[in-house]
Nanobody, 125 residues
């Protein structure tokens, strides 16, 4: 069984930065693909960013491209979502999703097997 634990998030002002962390652990995990999704109140969950299981490829939603970036620490089985130039419309609960079977699940939430607990990001204007 794979466990996904998130950390980071909080309340910031528009223009500030935050870093979210996602750590996956389990008996079969050596490399895993990661996706970040978010859900704002009253809205459907939407894709934010994704990284393949080698860390070589990343993909970002248009709404965050150029502001958000992914990085990876394989020694810690951790992936980080760096969020810069935050906007009020980035306010949402952010979820990390991981998959240890697929090379790059990409933007489809249903292809990720394991999910973190979610973390609130609130951007005030």
């Amino acid at each position: 069984q794979v466990e996904v634990v998130q950390s980071g998030g909080g309340l910031v002002m528009a223009g500030d930065s935050l870093r979210l962390s996602c750590v996956a652990s389990g008996p079969t995990v050596s490399r895993f693909a990661v996706g970040w999704f978010r859900q704002a109140p009253g809205k459907e969950r939407e894709f934010v960013a994704a990284m393949d299981n080698s860390g070589a490829s990343t993909y970002y939603a248009e709404s965050v491209k150029g502001r958000f970036s992914l990085s990876r620490d394989n020694a810690k089985n951790a992936v980080y979502l760096q969020m810069n130039s935050l906007k009020p419309e980035d306010t949402a609960v952010y979820y990390c999703a991981a998959d240890s079977e697929r090379y790059f699940p990409g933007t489809s939430a249903r292809l990720y097997a394991y999910w973190g607990q979610g973390t609130q990001v609130t951007v005030s204007s």
